[in-house]
Nanobody
């Protein structure tokens, strides 16, 4: 059974940092593309970042330079380092996996972790 379990969210101040984690199980983690997707209160889903199996990373313009995605294949864990937090980063952050061989079709999602940025 595929499982994606996010953690690390919480309340943070503007300008602060958080590190989100996603523990993956039930599939060969190293073989699939992984993503972070977020949903702000009352808004739609926004793709945030992607990391390919070989480590190449891409980011949404809204987070470029502030967010860093990484993966530890030995631990089957995906990370998102969030720096210089802004109130508009407040959202539920979801970890997603792509279908094997795809870099976009997301077939499994975690339940999400809430990040709240407020002073």
């Amino acid at each position: 059974e595929v499982q994606l379990v996010e953690s690390g969210g919480g309340l943070a101040q503007p300008g602060g940092s958080l590190r989100l984690s996603c523990a993956a199980s039930g599939f060969t983690f190293s073989s699939v593309v992984m993503n972070w997707v977020r949903q702000a209160p009352g808004k739609g889903l926004e793709w945030v970042s992607r990391i390919m199996t070989f480590g190449y990373t891409t980011y949404a313009d809204s987070v470029k330079g502030r967010f860093t995605i990484s993966r530890d294949n030995a631990k089957s864990t995906l990370y998102l380092q969030i720096n210089s937090l802004k109130p508009e980063d407040t959202a539920v952050y979801y970890c997603t996996k792509c279908e094997p061989g795809s870099w976009w079709d997301m077939d499994y999602w975690g339940k999400g972790t809430l990040v709240t940025v407020s002073s």
